[in-house]
């Protein structure tokens, strides 16, 4: 297996891009980009110098990610999900030394057109909705929508909404995982 790479993308020397990982048209990886093995990166995606990406992540068309971002394994980001790195941001002003890091944790999910401003952490296993704008940290399994995200419920490792009983209890529909609410949080318990 190898690296693809579509020959309309730009791939910038010093890049380093795992085994199996797929960059599909019009896309650019920065030099200083480091991607895990079995990704895929769709058509006109950017990807920054400073920008660590992990194993098996899914990255859809028309998404930049910019530096001071990393995605830890099995990330989704859907179609123009937008990330920001600078909180303040003006054209006269260079703000490149206060970038604000931001963290998405393994196998969360953001929607399609959803809105990640710099600084936060988004948990493992989390679901951001389409057009959702994520200003703060956001927990594990915690399903988020609106503007700016709100917490609706929560999420499985699966992709199923939840539905915990009155005693805190919930079962994944698809897969019988089960969950518990502890301090306010789901937390996975096993099979």
């Known amino acids: 297996m190898s690296v693809t790479v579509h020959p309309s993308a730009i791939v910038d020397e010093g890049a ?5 990982t ?9 030099a200083g980009a480091r991607i895990g093995p079995g990704c895929s990166l769709g058509q ?5 110098n400073d920008v660590q990406i992990g194993r098996g992540v899914k990255i859809q068309n028309n998404v930049s990610v910019y530096d001071a ?4 394994d099995e990330v989704f980001c859907g179609p123009s999900v937008v990330f920001t790195n600078v909180h303040n941001p003006r054209a006269a002003v260079v703000r490149k030394h206060e970038y604000r890091r931001t963290l998405v944790r393994r196998g969360a999910t953001l929607g399609a057109n959803a809105t990640i401003v710099c600084g936060v952490t988004i948990g493992e296993y989390a679901f951001v909705g389409a057009g959702a704008v994520v200003t703060r940290d956001v927990a594990p399994h915690a ?3 609106g503007v700016p995200a709100r917490r609706m419920g929560w999420m499985s490792r699966h992709g199923e909404r939840l539905a ?3 005693s805190g209890h919930a079962r994944c529909t698809a897969t019988g995982e089960r969950y518990v609410l ?3 949080q ?6």
Request: hydrophobic content about 40%; proline content about 0%.
């Open 22 to 30: 797929h960059v599909w048209h019009f896309s650019h990886v920065c």
């Open 16 to 20: 380093q891009i795992g085994e199996g």
């Open 186 to 191: 789901a937390v996975y318990e096993g099979s």
């Open 44 to 48: 006109n995606v950017f990807v920054g």
């Open 182 to 184: 502890h301090h306010g």
């Open 143 to 145: 399903l988020m929508a």
């Open 164 to 166: 915990f009983d009155t």
């Open 69 to 72: 971002v990393t995605l830890e």
